[in-house]
């Protein structure tokens, strides 16, 4: 029992390679449709194959919550298991989330008038977040005791998951709000923003609350509450398109609370 958490890390890391394996076979390809002699172009995208990388992302996040709450349950704490964790979440939220936006980017590059001549270097800045995950990842090893109820930076985690609900909205958009965000994805300084603001908040000095309370006590888990009731009710409305719009609440409700100072002094 006592390897298990190394176990569910390591299938963090499996789940993260499959997630990369399946968003590189996402290549566009286009197909010819001849109506009255003519021949028509059209471009077909590898959108399911963006949508299994996705769902592999979201299975080794839950692997990664698992590993965390089965070491504690079991108080087995190593530095190999912290080490491990890290270079696991560098893999699936940090370089798998790079594929998915570089690909995105390949996607709206294509669409451009001038696609032929679009350079490969305008989506080079999609590893931008696989950089600053090792970045957020290896500040948080050397100052993990101060980090007990906080996190200081957004954890790499959620970048993981709100890049990953992007393909999922794409494939998935009944609401009038994911068929907008499909539209504006198609757009390349919209994904570059995304980028940067991801990559900012990551090395942050920002205190992001954890998801499970150092407490049971409304001042401590008051955040927690307002953001699974908003994301509840965002979901028969939005569909996949309130992953983003719960991340929005999550920063904004992470700037507005403050930790209790009695609790503190316990």
């Not at 176990?7 to 590189?24: D, K, P």
């Not at 893999?91 to 350079?119: C, H, R, T, W």
């Not at 990551?202 to 205190?207: A, I, L, N, T």
């Not at 953001?227 to 509840?232: C, F, Q, T």
């Amino acid at each position: 029992m006592k390897h298990l958490p190394n176990l569910l890390t390591l299938g963090n890391l499996f789940c993260g390679c499959l997630a990369i394996a399946c968003i590189l076979s996402a290549q566009p390809y286009y197909y010819v449709r001849v109506d009255n002699g003519m021949p028509t172009f059209n471009w077909v995208y590898g959108v399911e194959q963006l949508c299994f990388g996705s769902l592999f992302i979201f299975i080794a996040a839950l692997c990664d919550l698992l590993d965390g709450l089965t070491a504690r349950a079991l108080k087995v704490f190593s530095p190999i298991g912290k080490d491990l964790d890290s270079l696991a979440d560098v893999v699936s939220f940090g370089v798998a989330p790079s594929m998915i936006l570089y690909k995105l980017l390949f996607d709206a590059a294509i669409q451009e008038y001038n696609a032929f001549e679009v350079s490969m270097l305008s989506m080079a800045p999609a590893f931008l977040i696989a950089c600053f995950a090792a970045l957020r990842l290896a500040k948080f090893n050397i100052t993990s005791d101060s980090q007990k109820s906080h996190f200081i930076g957004m954890p790499v985690p959620a970048t993981g998951i709100i890049v990953a609900s992007l393909p999922l909205i794409i494939w998935w958009h009944r609401s009038d709000i994911a068929v907008k965000i499909t539209y504006w994805l198609q757009y390349k300084w919209l994904l570059y923003c995304i980028i940067a603001l991801l990559c900012f908040l990551m090395v942050s000095k920002v205190k992001f609350f954890k998801m499970i309370p150092a407490k049971m006590k409304i001042a401590w888990m008051w955040p927690q509450l307002v953001l699974l009731v908003g994301a509840g009710i965002a979901i028969p409305f939005l569909e996949f398109a309130a992953i983003p719009v719960a991340f929005i609440l999550y920063i904004l409700l992470s700037l507005v609370y403050k930790q209790p100072i009695t609790a503190e002094k316990q």
